[in-house]
């Protein structure tokens, strides 16, 4: 089995992995970043249909209060534009109701879509790493707690670490890596 020795581990290439990773970068920490998947992305998810605009099948919007994200994106060089609302929308609440078409309550808010779709982000965040930061098909398994810091065990990597984050969603931690204590 293959060793790694890292300062920083991330479990998960979405937006928040990706991003930590970013602020890092520059830091004299050494970082790491796991992901399950053979790509990043997380649950931003743009399906990029050729000759259409990119369809969003995850995150979508921004509003004017995530003022950390549109920052982000500015430093990015990533531009956006202000989403435009109709009078109605299909709402579909789930695979056992039909859609419906309702109206829309006036809303006086900003929000934000991203030119060329949310997936730009991700695709964005990759590149400003250094190659071998992220390594992809790796399910971890467990997290130990060692005298001199912290070992954390893929399929067929073991990687040596001070720091462990993880992005993933609570429950989806609790079910799939076991931690020792």
Not at 21 to 34: D, E, F, P, T
Not at 60 to 76: N, Y
Request: with cysteine.
């Amino acid at each position: 089995m293959k060793s790694i020795k890292t300062d920083v581990l991330i479990i998960g290439a979405g937006l928040t992995g990706l991003t930590l990773a970013y602020y890092l970068k520059n830091s004299n920490i050494a970082v790491k970043v796991i992901e399950a998947r053979h790509a990043p992305g997380g649950r931003i998810k743009t399906k990029y249909p050729a000759h259409q605009a990119p369809i969003e099948l995850g995150a979508t919007w921004l509003m004017e209060q995530q003022t950390a994200a549109l920052s982000l994106l500015k430093a990015l060089h990533i531009p956006i534009f202000e989403q435009q609302y109709g009078r109605t929308a299909i709402y579909h609440p789930n695979h056992t109701q039909g859609r419906q078409l309702v109206e829309l309550p006036e809303n006086n808010s900003v929000s934000y879509r991203v030119k060329g779709g949310t997936y730009s982000i991700i695709k964005a965040l990759a590149e400003t790493l250094s190659e071998g930061t992220i390594s992809y098909n790796q399910s971890l398994h467990s997290i130990t707690l060692q005298a001199n810091g912290l070992k954390a065990i893929t399929t067929d990597v073991t990687y040596h670490c001070n720091h462990v984050v993880s992005t993933l969603p609570p429950l989806l931690f609790l079910k799939t890596i076991t931690t020792i204590p």
